[in-house]
């Protein structure tokens, strides 16, 4: 059974910063892209960030420069360092992994960013 845990979540003031983690098993970890998605109240699930196998990144140009996603594939983990937090990066953080068009889900972590 394939299980993806997100934690790390909570209330932080503008500014600042929280790491989320995101923990997966029953997948072979090191072949699948770990993503981060978020929705927002009353808005649609959007891409933030990626690192796919190989170690590469990528980033919604919303959060480019203040996040970072990597990867430990010795702990099945990914995480997503969140800087200079905004009002508007308040969501439910979903973690995603994704491999040959099959694709999981976290049950997601909710950020709120007020002050």
């Known amino acids: 059974q394939v299980q993806l845990v997100e934690s790390g979540g909570g209330l932080v003031q503008p500014g600042g910063s929280l790491r989320l983690s995101c923990v997966a098993s029953?997948?072979?970890?090191?072949?699948?892209?770990m993503g981060w998605y978020r929705q927002a109240p009353g808005k649609q699930r959007e891409w933030v960030a990626v690192v796919t196998s190989g170690g590469t990144t990528n980033y919604a140009g919303s959060v480019k420069g203040r996040f970072t996603v990597s990867r430990d594939n010795s702990k099945n983990a990914v995480y997503l360092q969140m800087n200079s937090l905004k009002p508007e990066d308040t969501a439910v953080y979903y973690c995603n992994a994704i491999n040959k068009g099959q694709g999981y889900w976290g049950r997601g972590t909710q950020v709120t960013v007020s002050s």
């Open positions: 029953g997948i072979i970890f090191s072949n699948y892209a």
